[in-house]
């Protein structure tokens, strides 16, 4: 199934303005255009000779002719190898500029989509957004070069095969006018019709393709359901509707091409005795009326190639729709023109009156309020737990540090310093953040820990991973630290992979540390080694902790417990046991749960 884009749409382009726009991407690369465009005139003019000179050539076999053979095969060679010379330079200019402007449009709209804040990423799917800056780019390629010469060539050929048709014989032309556009019409016709079911294909083809898509990702949901024979069911199903279209293409292609040269021919044919009638009457040399076929075939071609191009254009400005519709997409969440960079912080960070809800923008709904006047402040050097019920608020309220989003009340303050007033690569530089999940990039090892920071040597990389208990996994692994990971290296276990995520954090060092403690229960050992390296992290930082487990809480020196958004009580273990409150009701139900979990989250 296609969803729609759900974009913010910004008021759509006018077409005109959308082509002015995209032929701007064009304009570092004129020089090239401009060889590639005198390139294709002369290739064009010279085409309009070729049928001149064959003419002149069946003149001479027929005795009508006063040119001399040697001079009419200099002239046809001569325009064989000139046409030659032009469509190569044509051809590569074209490539060039074409490839050029893909890739710049492509640098451009990934540059952009770096700029964008994390809910433009979470309401949309990430096929649709890797799809405009592929797919859609591709598409916008041949409308700048190809499609735009083809116009403008075929324009050439068509006004100068007509101009010559008529200096050849102004009667044949005339017949030729009637004949000529309904041969057009007719492969108008068929085109329309074709492209009306090959876009049926492709999406009966999508709809085969998404199946497959979904089963092999999901493959272990269908094997625990034992549903193989469903899945193969459906997409049988799928499969065969290919197929039934995939045919009715093919029989309007069988009926396409009979079609077309039974017209062809009729035309050829009516153009041959109206011509013949003019050669025995003297009216025309034989020679002319071959250049005139020539000519009527130019004509047709120019004509037929114009048809094919309005699809294409039509689906290329679609493409251009929404490359620029993504670039002209405006982050939620940017730096204030006068943003300042925060200077290196103590790391106390305080939220005041803080009111905050996702913007959704899909259902029109109003977004529920997630926080509510919360205000906590932490000091620096501090460690605080934050607890509470699944979907309290624990996530966001930590995601609102980094400013990943901005509050619609209140205000979120480092050291004092309002998120909304500094640089977010400055703010961004000096938080630390370790998920639950940590995402490996394609990569080694080695290159996984030093996105922490770029510039770490291989010495500081091994310190960091000692540190978090990484280094001795690590070296047991077949290539140590050059050991591929991500989609196609080594499968690293959850303990693991967090180890790597805490590596990272040591080697960037950062004043302020985010840690959402993962709720999957690691084995004892494996625990005790991700403790232990988050301990050494969080010395001397400012740590907030979404906490799952009771050692973490009770290592807190403060813990807050947030439920429905608010905060509703705070304090060390101690205090909030005596106080007898949530926190104490819910430590009871931990002695009752055997599972070392606070937090259901
Ligand atoms: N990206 C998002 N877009 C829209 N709503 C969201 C988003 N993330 C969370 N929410 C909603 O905000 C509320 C608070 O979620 P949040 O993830 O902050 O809770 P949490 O306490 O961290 O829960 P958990 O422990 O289960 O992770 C929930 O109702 C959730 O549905």
Known sequence: ??????????????????????????????????????????????????????????????????????????????VAVGQTVAGLIQNYSLTFVGERVVADLRLAAYQHLQRLDLAFFEQRRTGEITSRITNDVTLIQSTVTTNLTTLLQGMIQLIGAIALMIVVSWQLSALALVLVPTLVLIAVFFGRWLRRISTTVQDRLADATSILEETVSGVRVVRSFGREPYEVERFRTAVEA????????????????????????????GMLVVGGYLVSTGELTPGNLVAFLFYAGIVAGSMGAFAGLFGQVQEALGAVARVFELLDQQPAVADAPDAIPLPPVQGRVEFRNVSFAYQRVENGHTAPIVLRNFSLVIEPGEMVALVGPS??????????????????????????????????????????????????????????????????????????????????????????????????????????????????????????????????????????????????????????????????????????VIVAGELMEIGTHRELLTRGGIYARLYELQFRDPAPVLAVG
């Not at 039934?244 to 396409?256: E, G, I, N, P, S």
């Open 242 to 269: 290919t197929f039934a279209a995939a045919m009715r293409r093919a029989w309007v292609r069988a009926l396409f091409q009979p079609s077309m040269s039974l017209a062809v021919w009729a035309t050829i044919i």
């Open 391 to 560: 979907g309290a608020g624990k996530s966001t309220i930590v995601s609102l540090i980094p400013r990943f989003y901005d509050v619609q009340d209140g205000s979120v303050l480092i050291d004092g310093y309002d998120v909304r007033r500094v640089q977010m690569q400055s703010l961004r530089t000096q938080i630390g953040i370790v998920p639950q999940e940590t995402l490996l990039f394609s990569g080694s090892i080695r290159d996984n820990i030093r996105y922490g920071r770029l510039d770490a040597d291989d010495a500081e990389i091994e310190a960091a991973a000692r540190m978090a208990n990484a280094h001795e996994f690590i070296c047991q692994l077949p290539e140590g630290y050059d050991t591929p990971v991500g989609e196609r290296g080594v499968r690293l276990s959850g303990g693991q992979r967090q180890r790597i995520a805490i590596a990272r954090a040591i080697l960037k060092n950062p004043r302020i540390l985010i840690l959402d403690e993962a709720t999957s229960s690691l084995d004892s050992e494996s625990e005790r080694l991700v403790q232990e390296a988050l301990e050494r992290l969080m010395v001397g930082r400012t740590s907030i902790i979404i906490a799952h487990r009771l050692s973490t809480i009770r290592r807190a020196d403060r813990i807050a």
């Open 1 to 78: 199934m296609r969803l729609r884009w759900q974009f913010i749409r910004s008021p759509a382009l006018p077409e005109s303005a959308q082509w002015s726009r995209l032929l701007g991407y064009l304009r570092p690369y004129r020089g090239w255009m401009i060889v590639a465009v005198v390139a294709m005139v002369i290739g064009a003019a010279l085409g309009l000779v070729m049928p001149l000179a064959i003419g002149q050539m069946v003149n001479l076999i027929t005795g009508d002719q006063t040119l001399p053979i040697g001079r009419i095969a200099v002239l046809l060679g001569g």
